[in-house]
Nanobody
Framework: QVQLAESGGGLVQPGGSLTLSCASS????????MSWHRQAPGKQREFVAV???????MSAESVKGRFTISRDNAKNTVFLQMNTMKPEDTAVYYC?????????????WGQGTQVTVSS
């Protein structure tokens, strides 16, 4: 049973910070690239940041310099540290796990956690 469970969302003021966590189980976590995506009301889901199985990271231009993705393989958990938050960061944030080998591809999603940036 594959499970991805996001936590840490909530209400924060512009300029504030939040850290999201995604605890996972049921698959070989250390072999998967882990990423965060978000979806604002009325908009498509968009990529936020990714960390590969080797620890390389990449983030969307909209969050670069403000958000940091990290992972703890011993805890099967990926994090998203969000700083200097803006109202446009308001969205449901989803955790994603992805693996591919040749023609085999696997992808899992969490249920999402709400993040609201408002004064």
């Amino acid at each position: 049973q594959v499970q991805l469970a996001e936590s840490g969302g909530g209400l924060v003021q512009p300029g504030g910070s939040l850290t999201l966590s995604c605890a996972s189980s049921g698959f070989d976590f250390s072999s998967y690239a882990m990423s965060w995506h978000r979806q604002a009301p009325g908009k498509q889901r968009e990529f936020v940041a990714v960390i590969t199985s080797g620890g390389r990271t990449m983030s969307a231009e909209s969050v670069k310099g403000r958000f940091t993705i990290s992972r703890d393989n011993a805890k099967n958990t990926v994090f998203l540290q969000m700083n200097t938050m803006k109202p446009e960061d308001t969205a449901v944030y989803y955790c994603n796990a992805a693996f591919s080998q040749g023609s085999l591809k696997y992808e899992y999603w969490g249920q999402g956690t709400q993040v609201t940036v408002s004064s």
